[in-house]
């Protein structure tokens, strides 16, 4: 019998992140039905077609499972809000607040088909330490917005922004509560109508003090 030829290494990366991808499709929809603690790993190894062994070689534990859905959902929540903040640029919007809301709008516009994540991760439990990764996350996404904004880094302008962010993370947990598609997205104008109203507290109109700076988006 001839010798086997070697897997191409692309091929075989290839391989991995699609096993890796059934996986986490598989997770995402048993932690959507029973939760963290009542979620088998059993259940989500037959909904993958694959076996335990398998599960544990790419992911280790449960809660590792978890935390790589959590990534997953929360680095494509970021594209989506960038993917929306880039079509305002290329159709020309320049202003800082503006392109935030444009931003924000692909953010809440993504919760209705992404309804069951958005429970997983913040109505439903989770395993331990599970919130201090979020809040780092979230930490990072405030400081995202600082640059978008241009904000001053001053006691004030860090609490307007964390309060603006975190109206976001509310807002899309009640969006995910809507009954229809329609009901979601009269409640994404809604959210959005109340932001462009917070626009006189992040501009300065109020005598807080935040100008926009150049911001450099390298």
């Known amino acids: 019998m001839p010798p086997r030829k070697p897997t191409p290494a692309g091929r075989q990366w290839s391989s991995t992140e699609g096993v890796r991808a059934e996986f986490l499709d598989a997770a995402r929809a048993v932690f959507a039905r029973r939760g963290f603690t009542e979620a088998s790993v059993t259940e989500v190894v037959e909904r993958a077609g694959a076996s335990v062994g398998s599960l544990y070689h790419h992911f280790g534990s449960k809660t590792d499972l978890f935390l790589a859905l959590w990534r997953r959902h929360h680095e494509e929540q ?10 305002a640029r290329e159709s020309g919007v320049t202003d800082p607040f503006d392109l935030f ?7 809440l ?3 209705w088909s992404r309804r069951d994540l958005v429970r997983i991760f913040q ?3 989770t395993p331990p330490g599970f919130h201090e990764i979020q ?4 930490r990072e996404w405030i400081n995202r917005n600082f640059k978008l904004l241009g904000a001053d880094d001053d006691p004030v302008h860090r609490v307007l922004i964390w309060l603006v962010t975190s109206f976001l993370g509310e807002a899309r947990r009640e969006i995910s509560k809507a009954r229809t598609a329609r009901e979601a997205t009269v409640d994404v104008e809604a959210m959005i109508e109340t932001l462009k109203r917070m626009r006189p507290l992040l501009t300065g109109d109020l005598g807080l003090g935040l100008s926009y700076r150049e911001v ?3």
């Not at 970021?78 to 079509?87: F, P």
């Not at 809301?101 to 953010?107: E, L, P, S």
Request: glycine share 20%; net charge negative.
């Open 78 to 87: 970021l594209r989506i809000a960038r993917g929306g903040l880039d079509r």
């Open 101 to 107: 809301v444009a931003g924000a709008r692909a953010y």
């Open 109 to 111: 516009e993504a919760t």
């Open 123 to 125: 109505v439903g439990d």
């Open 135 to 138: 809040h780092r996350d979230g």
């Open 216 to 218: 450099d988006e390298g």
